[in-house]
Structures are given as C-alpha cells and as structure tokens.
C-alpha cells in the first residue's frame, strides 16, 4: 500500500504562482509514476501532469503546458510547481501513483491505484 499526502493549496490572485507537493509514504518502490489530477466544480476530474519515474520523464495535458512544472523533489516527494494561474486552474488537486508497471494510458484514471485526498486552489480574478 501506498499513502499519498498533497499540501500546498490556497487562495491565490491570477498570475500568481503556487507550489504543491506530494508525499509519499508506504510501498513507494512499488510505484512506477506519480501525477497529478484536478476536479474543478461540477466537472470531472482531469489529468494534469505526470512524472515517470524510469527515464524521468514528464507529461502534461496541453491546458497547463508551460505553465505548470512537475518534479521530484525528494525520493518520495512529487511537486507541482504552477505558474500564470487562471481562473480555470481553480480545483481540487489530487495526486496519483501508479503500480510496479508504467502504463501508458496515463491520462486516465485507471492506471492510477493510490489517491490522496486532494487540495483546494482557487484563483481569485
């Protein structure tokens, strides 16, 4: 098992930027990857950024593509480093692990087997 721990949300004026982290606690060698995902108000929640651990590479969905950074931080901390935040980008913020095994549709929830319990941004205009 695996435990996941965001912190970092808060309220924030557009064009501000804020930093979220992830941490992780439990069977974390289990783990193949961590993103993030968002929940905005009466929407689905969407895939944000990903961080796979082998080759270290790095995915994001195209509405936060040079705007948000993702990167390990510590061996068992994943951030989210957000940049020009919009309106838009106001949600609730979870992170995600995937198993022993990468999978690719990563921008789905399926492959992701650990949730934490999210945090709130909310971007003032």
């Known amino acids: 098992q695996v435990r996941l721990v965001e912190s970092g949300g808060g309220l924030v004026q557009v064009g501000d930027s804020l930093r979220l982290s992830c941490s992780a606690s439990?069977?974390?060698?289990?783990?193949?990857?961590t993103a993030w995902f968002r929940q905005a108000p009466g929407k689905e929640r969407e895939f944000v950024a990903a961080?796979?651990?082998?080759?270290?590479?790095t995915y994001y969905s195209d509405s936060v593509k040079g705007r948000f950074t993702i990167s390990r931080d510590t061996e068992n901390t994943v951030d989210l480093q957000m940049s020009g935040l919009k309106p838009e980008d106001t949600a609730v913020y979870f992170c995600?692990?995937?198993?022993?095994?990468?999978?690719?549709?990563?921008?789905?929830?399926?492959?992701?087997?650990?949730w934490g319990q999210g945090t709130q941004v909310t971007v003032s205009a």
């Open positions: 961080f796979r651990k082998t080759f270290q590479i």
């Open positions: 439990g069977n974390t060698f289990g783990t193949s990857g």
């Open positions: 995600a692990a995937q198993g022993p095994y990468w999978r690719t549709n990563y921008e789905s929830e399926s492959p992701w087997l650990y």
